[in-house]
């Protein structure tokens, strides 16, 4: 299983995912879902990926082989809705290659994917695409995107994510929703990859892999379970008679 969060903020994105996989209890691997195209000065460009681990690496190589060719790729296209409807073409040819007019019923094909980043000229856009290849984009009143196990992690960042959160405050938030995947969920694990964008830079993201052993993380953890046992405890309780 999967999980991947990516936030747009007033001051930029934030993406966060897990890196576990398993095919059953006893086939857990572990595998990068954020991948990074960048040109500095002229694009930054985040992917992240779930679904079928086959097709979602058939389509980021195919993405990284095109770089560079005569072929429309990624750090080519003049805009970001370009780049999405590129990315959404490319999973299209990669299903319809391995699974030719979906002969194949009992094999799960899809995945989803979120892309975000700046290209020169515009400002940072974020898309959710589907396995179908359409998408969508992430407004003001819909600034955050999940993909994967994404049900434990929502409440958190429904009630205290907006537009205007600060890009510090985006990535802790992001950090309690991992947390509570990770706690209801044992197929979403450690470790975290993160990257984060502020507004116009055009240069590499801040980017940190987050593991077991990360202080902040632990620290940020053991205040959030004892804050919600602290406010818990100090609700009003009902009358039962």
């Not at 897990?18 to 985040?46: C, W, Y």
């Not at 990624?74 to 073409?89: C, K, Y």
């Not at 984060?196 to 205040?223: G, M, S, T, W």
Request: glycine letters at 6%; aromatic letters at 10%.
């Amino acid at each position: 299983m999967t999980y991947c969060v990516a936030m747009r903020m007033a001051d930029g994105l934030v993406f966060v995912s897990d890196s576990r996989t398993n095919a059953g209890f006893d086939q857990i691997s572990t595998f990068r879902k954020m991948h990074v195209f960048e040109q500095e000065g002229e694009r930054e460009l985040v992917i992240m990926t779930a679904g079928n681990l086959a097709t979602s690496q058939s389509v980021i190589s195919l993405l990284e082989k095109r770089c560079g060719t005569e072929e429309p790729n990624l750090l080519s296209v003049p805009s970001m809705f370009d780049a999405a409807e590129l990315i959404g073409e490319t999973m299209r040819e990669v299903i319809r290659r391995d699974n030719p007019e979906g002969k194949v019923k009992h094999v799960d094909f899809s995945c989803s994917l979120i892309l975000g980043g700046q290209i020169r000229g515009e400002s940072p856009r974020l898309f959710n695409i589907y396995s179908a290849g359409n998408f969508i984009e992430a407004t003001k009143e819909t600034p955050y995107f999940q993909i994967g196990e994404s049900k434990y992690g929502k409440p958190i960042l429904d009630r205290v994510l907006n537009f205007e959160t600060p890009l510090e405050r985006a990535y802790q938030c992001a950090l309690i929703s991992f947390d509570s995947t990770m706690k209801s969920n044992l197929s979403v694990g450690m470790p975290l990859d993160v990257a984060i964008y502020r507004n116009d830079q055009l240069k590499p993201c801040f980017i940190e892999q987050v593991d077991e052993n990360n202080e902040y993380f632990h620290q940020l953890r053991a205040q959030w379970h004892q804050g919600i046992q602290g406010l818990f405890n100090d609700l009003t309780p009902p009358s039962i008679v």
